[in-house]
């Protein structure tokens, strides 16, 4: 073949780095933002944080929060006539742990400083101390409680632990329990319990019988040791007759073991609530429902006024200070537009979903994210991108954006409900429902044709699955 030289014509769309960037921001949460933002500000000198408007250069500053024309200005985040900081006025609406980015505030948590709660390990053994024992037992003992779970259970049995002792320090089965006895003395009662039976008769034989009367505790022991199996699967009329109490006396029973803890362990585990710090803000001002960006969620970026001057004379030679500059400007324009579309996107959802802020759940209406991105003529993805690990504080509490999309189940008026409202509508029909005899899901399913949800049986199941309501055989109550 011989070689030849051809021109061909064709296009191709290539993802310049400053749309990968927008891209990418827009899909990250605020903490993941933040933690790319400090990134960012370590590898690039020009970008800083804006501590102040004063010594901004012009160009650079973050935009002005807009307001109608002859209003006066007012503190950010309040209304007309209203003079409170933004961070007092989120105490209200945020249903979610809160806690804001105060200057001072690392100082006064360490100038006040919280006690740290022991484990349970810790507290067994402090307890351990204080017991008269010989050392051999002391050890078994202290031996045993390294075995529990986090829950104070002793899953492992005995004698795989008398198998793991070293040669030296073999202990026979009757050593072990005894020295588990010691441990079950110890508090939290319950602790030390090899199966949910023994912790709640452990818990029981604690109390006192005169406190809940002879004969209640007497039955309650009976079930917690024996039948708590039947107790669990509510099968009343065999427990009756296994335990050989009546009506009252099994009720009683019944409440009596509900106001014990299974899990004796679970209050020592240190456990770390998750905080969210919502994108956007919802209050209603003159009737309408308006979304407004949390400001404490923005941050605030500038370009350093000394490296923009030193790089002004560098741009025509293209330095580096000149590449850092330009991308500094990226990343203040797509974090502004980052905010600007969750905003927008927000408003467009609040504008859909006005019944759900009036009245709750039940007047949630079905949308999809195709019906936002039609309105704001952007892509179905964007939309994917800006309601994932987005919040929205609300007056009914603290929502992820993707909380307000759902599916849609159609009602004989030619309509639809939302699934959400479903779900709220289950949960209304349960909590009003007999205990004696409550609803199933064949009995939901009628009570929702008659509203006009048509509604499957098993969609029913699904939902009320979803929500953690036990089914009906569970639900009864003596």
């Known amino acids: 073949m011989k070689p030849t030289l051809q021109f061909r014509l064709s296009q191709h769309l290539r993802l310049t780095p400053q749309l990968q960037q927008s891209i990418r921001l827009l899909q990250l949460s605020t903490v993941e933002l933040n933690q790319e933002i400090e990134r960012l500000l370590m590898q690039n000198p020009i970008l800083e944080r804006e501590d102040g408007e004063a010594d901004a250069p012009a160009g650079e500053r973050a935009p002005a929060p807009e307001r109608p024309r002859g209003e006066e200005p007012r503190a950010a985040g309040s209304e007309p006539g209203e003079a409170r900081p933004e961070a007092e006025e989120m105490a209200q609406y945020s249903a979610a742990p809160w806690r804001g980015a105060e200057d001072g505030d690392d100082e006064g948590e360490r100038g006040q400083g919280t006690a740290q709660m022991p484990t349970l390990r810790e507290h067994l053994n402090s307890q351990l101390t204080l017991v008269h024992l010989g050392l051999r037992d002391r050890a078994l003992v202290s031996m045993l409680i390294d075995a529990l779970d986090d829950d104070g259970y002793l899953t492992q049995p005995l004698e795989e632990i008398a198998a793991m002792l070293p040669p030296g320090a073999e202990a026979g089965l009757e050593e072990l329990a005894i020295a588990l006895r010691h441990l079950q003395n110890l508090e939290p009662a319950g602790v030390g319990a090899r199966s949910p039976s023994e912790c709640l008769a452990l818990q029981l034989r604690a109390l006192a019988p005169g406190a809940h009367g002879a004969r209640c505790h007497a039955v309650a022991l009976v079930v917690a040791e024996q039948h708590l199996e039947l107790l669990a699967a509510r099968d009343f009329a065999r427990l009756k007759s296994a335990a050989g109490a009546s009506d009252e006396e099994l009720r009683a029973a019944q409440q009596l073991i ?15 609530s998750p905080y969210v710090i919502p994108d956007v803000i919802v209050r209603k001002t003159r009737n309408a429902w308006k979304a407004t960006l949390n400001q404490q969620a923005v941050p605030r970026l500038r370009i350093n006024r000394f490296y923009a001057e030193l790089t002004a004379g560098q741009r025509s030679a293209g330095g580096s200070l000149s590449t ?19 905003l927008r996107v927000s408003q467009a959802i609040v504008d859909r979903q006005r019944s759900f802020l009036e009245h709750g759940e039940v007047a ?21 991108r800006v309601t994932t690990q987005k919040y929205m504080a609300t007056p009914r509490g603290t929502f992820e954006l993707k909380y307000f999309f759902g599916s849609h189940v159609a009602t004989d008026g030619g309509g639809a409900a939302s699934s959400t409202a479903i779900r709220a509508l289950i949960k209304r029909l349960v909590a009003a429902e007999d205990g004696h005899d409550p609803l199933s899901d064949s009995a939901i399913t009628r009570i929702l044709g008659q509203q006009g949800i048509v509604v499957a049986r098993r969609t029913i199941a699904k939902y009320r699955e979803s929500l953690q309501i036990p089914p009906v055989n569970q639900r009864k109550s003596l």
């Not at 014990?260 to 456990?271: E, V």
């Not at 850092?324 to 969750?342: G, H, P, S």
């Open 364 to 384: 949630m209406r079905p949308l999809v994210l195709r019906e936002i991105a039609e309105t704001l003529g952007v892509h179905e993805s964007t939309i994917s």
């Open 258 to 272: 509900r106001r014990l803890n299974p899990r004796p362990g679970a209050s020592f585990s240190r456990i770390d």
């Open 324 to 342: 850092q500059l330009q991308e500094a400007r990226w990343l203040i324009k797509n974090v502004r537009q980052r905010f600007d579309t969750i």
